[in-house]
């Protein structure tokens, strides 16, 4: 990292020192990580012995989910049918977006070719490709979708 510092203009000492300060933060930060998920004995001497509950409730798992679109100039030259398709496609995922399924969805209007995008929450993943597999324009054939576990370190509230 010092050589990343080295190498910026002395015209921006204020960025140096951001720079260091965050470089520290993230040190802190994992070496926190490390130290309470590790099942370290502090994390546990820490912790008091209490009667056993019952499991608590499975915390969802998130998705990156890509829709492949059939070309690459797709949102411009888009069919009639094709158009209803997508309407469709808009109308299933809003619903689960109001079902605190989606956590952000849309287009990505990459140069190379236009593709889709979400980051969706589900129990498991089988419960992520039923509803990925449950888009109208994947049934229909017109798109293709891609699944990935993901995990979500920060989200804005």
């Not at 802190?28 to 912790?47: D, E, M, R, V, Y």
């Not at 608590?56 to 989910?65: D, E, I």
């Not at 140069?111 to 129990?123: N, S």
Request: charged letters at 20%.
């Amino acid at each position: 990292m010092q050589a990343a510092f080295d190498a910026i203009d002395s015209d921006y000492p204020d960025t140096v020192e951001r720079m260091k300060k965050f470089e520290t933060a993230l040190l802190l930060i994992a070496a926190c990580t490390l130290l309470f998920s590790t099942g370290s004995g502090f994390a546990q001497a820490a912790a008091p012995t209490a009667a056993p509950q019952s499991a608590p409730a499975a915390k969802p798992m998130q998705f990156f989910l890509k829709l492949i679109p059939p070309r690459r100039t797709f949102p411009s030259d888009m069919t009639e049918q094709e158009s209803q398709l997508m309407t469709a496609h808009a109308a299933y995922w809003a619903g689960l977006f109001k079902a605190g399924k989606v956590l952000i969805i849309g287009p990505v209007m990459d140069p190379k070719g236009a593709w889709g995008m979400g980051v969706i929450e589900a129990a498991s993943q089988a419960e992520a490709q039923q509803m990925a597999e449950n888009d109208p324009s994947v049934k229909a054939g017109l798109n293709k979708v891609e699944l990935s576990p993901m995990h979500v370190f920060l989200r804005k509230q």
